[in-house]
């Protein structure tokens, strides 16, 4: 494995990293005090985000996601890692570029497995950033980290698939933007319990659906994007709408979430760099007890034991993506299993140790700690719990000794 950037990708990092400086930062504060300002209604575009949008646009810096692919920038899943790092160090700064989740793995489901006609009414307003998407799967009734207990029912009548369920933590269903939704049911309850599952395109504005509620997560709603209940009763969509054709959904999903988790990684590593950097200036602009905070050799320990976490972390990354590259995303699943249970674990560290060299202002909306740590958390949960890829991943080394023996 080549450990440099490669130039293309060394060349978006630093126009990225220009753009980040002279749009992305100074504008922290706007984004905040436009969504403020909303009140109450906080479900609306933020105008702010929209402005920025065009100058990346301008800037040659959208669709930075898909790989090898004549729809974005055609960089490899290696060449995106450190630009979505970068991202990730203001998590709305990845919508900016039009590489926001769930939008990002929404598109690469209609790229490998839609039609040319699902592509042209869906995929082409999402990589123009014209609308946006949402992801249904995770359901309130059931333990969804088995997703072969999903519940909600499709089921054919004639020309048209009738869908009847409920689903939650809906990403992206609360934006006035989204337009869309993939959703993964139940075509045949009778089938070998892997091919149960379909995945299939649903209009936000389908009679029959209901948005029920936003969820906060530790107290944030995450507006206007936020993740939502849903109701389906008696929606009726096109047969056309099913992607691939019955049976596939897990099919669909693994080539959907191998993406999916890499690239939160990838973010994830770039919020652990920033708590790590408001970690050390915050201890070498405060003194307590006659001395600067981050002369306290307890701050050493933690400071150096973030570095090492980060950078292990980065490197697995880096390993999982490059894998996904050459050997493909069947073959790498145990580097994207791994490093979907560590990059969280390290950033959570990180973060609460950045938190706690801030005292109370860690806590408070005055840094973007708080925030990260809660969105982080998350992801020990979202596609997939850390107890689902670690069970893969002991069975994938079980599995490579009973071989060897």
């Known amino acids: ?113 839609g039609s040319p006609e699902h592509q042209k009414e869906w995929m082409e307003p999402l990589l123009a950033g ?35 369920g409920r689903k939650w933590w809906s990403s992206g269903a609360g934006d006035p933007r989204c337009k869309i939704y993939i959703l993964m049911g139940k075509t045949d309850p009778e089938a070998e319990r892997h091919v149960q599952q379909s995945m299939i395109l649903v209009p936000a504005e389908t009679p029959g659906i209901t948005v029920k ?74 003194v307590a007890f006659g001395k600067r905070v981050a002369d306290q050799s307890v701050w050493h320990h933690r400071i150096a034991r973030a570095r090492i976490d980060i950078e292990s972390a980065r490197l697995l990354t880096l390993k999982a993506a490059w894998m996904m590259d050459t050997v493909g995303n069947k073959v790498a699943q145990k580097e994207i299993a791994m490093i979907k249970v560590a990059a969280p674990r390290v950033a959570l560290q990180v973060i609460d140790d950045a938190i706690q060299i801030f005292g109370g202002a860690g806590v408070s909306a005055d840094t973007p700690l708080a925030s990260a740590y809660a969105g982080i958390r998350t992801l020990r949960l979202a596609d997939g719990p850390d107890e689902v890829h670690e069970r893969a991943i002991a069975r994938l080394e079980m599995k490579r000794l009973s071989n060897e023996a």
């Open 130 to 164: 014209k609308i946006r998407s949402a992801f249904l799967m995770t359901e309130p009734d059931v333990a969804s980290s088995d997703a072969t207990n999903i519940q909600c029912r499709i089921e054919r009548d004639g020309d048209e698939y009738v869908i009847n």
């Open 1 to 113: 494995m080549e450990f440099s950037y490669s130039p293309r990708c060394q060349d978006y990092l630093d126009r990225l990293r220009a753009f980040m400086d002279a749009y992305i930062y100074p504008n922290e504060s706007t984004y905040a005090e436009q969504l403020a300002g909303f009140g109450q209604n906080r479900w609306q575009v933020i105008p702010i985000i929209e402005e920025l949008k065009e100058k990346a646009k301008a800037a040659d810096l959208w669709n930075l996601f898909l790989p090898e692919s004549d729809k974005g920038a055609g960089l490899s899943n290696l060449d995106y890692a450190p630009l979505a790092e970068e991202m990730g160090r203001v998590p709305w700064s990845s919508e900016v570029f039009n590489c926001a989740a769930p939008d990002t793995g929404n598109m690469e489901v209609l790229a490998r497995y």
């Open 213 to 286: 509620r936003h969820l906060p997560v530790f107290g944030y709603d995450d507006a206007p994007h936020g993740h939502m209940e849903v109701e389906l009763k008696d929606v009726r969509v096109p047969a056309s709408n099913i992607l691939l054709g019955e049976g596939r959904g897990f099919e669909i999903a693994q080539g959907r979430l191998g993406p999916g988790r890499i690239h939160h990684c990838m973010r994830t590593i770039g919020a652990a760099e920033r708590a790590l950097e408001l970690m050390i200036k915050r201890g070498m602009s405060r």
